[in-house]
């Protein structure tokens, strides 16, 4: 079987990674070298690294929770009474198609079935609650470098952009999820007559 080829932001993810790896090198090298006493060389390196550091985090979040069973139908993944009116408030139906997919083809209703994209839905949602929590984490550089209201505010802009994809799964999938129990309603009728 092929292997499906590089979305745009997955593409866009690793160059950034690279990119900001090397930034932050050669930030770091000047700065704790000696060749430069600026502090915007260092804070140059520092918000490279951070780019590389909550990059990086969610690829290793998103393999590593592959391990984790993920049942769609399970009670953290049902729609909440308050959710639909948050998400009109938010007007997620205008922005969600918008948004940045990193496997577009994992949600591709021609080459795959729904039971499968319920089940990416669900996955991709837990990969972004990790990633929100993760994210937290990067408040501790603090320790190294000072400056705990910087790292703070990364930390919270990278739960944000989490966010977004958490809302987005969550208005998607009760109606995915109402068209399967349709689907299994009817299979089942058709299967008794």
């Not at 205008?94 to 729904?114: C, G, H, I, V």
């Amino acid at each position: 079987m092929d292997k499906p080829r590089k979305s745009g932001p997955a593409i866009f993810m690793y160059a950034a990674i690279i990119l900001m790896l090397l930034v932050s090198g050669i930030c770091f090298f000047f700065y704790y070298s000696g060749r430069t006493t600026k502090d915007a060389v260092l804070w140059s390196g520092i918000v490279a690294f951070m780019i590389v550091y909550h990059f990086w985090v969610r690829l290793i979040v998103g393999n590593l929770s592959k391990l984790i069973p993920i049942d769609p139908n399970h009670w953290w993944f049902k729609e909440r009474f308050f959710e639909p009116p948050l998400y009109r408030l938010l007007q997620v139906r205008r922005w969600k198609d918008k948004a940045l997919t990193y496997n577009p083809e994992q949600f591709d209703l021609k080459t795959r079935s729904l039971e499968q994209i319920a089940h990416t839905m669900a996955k991709s949602e837990v990969d972004h609650w990790l990633n929100q929590l993760i994210s937290l984490s990067s408040i501790l550089f603090c320790l190294l470098w000072g400056q705990f209201w910087i790292f703070l505010a990364t930390a919270v802009a990278a739960m944000l952009f989490d966010g977004q994809f958490i809302l987005i799964q969550r208005c998607n999938r009760p109606k995915l999820m109402r068209i399967l129990a349709r689907k299994q309603r009817l299979t089942s009728r058709t299967a008794t007559v």
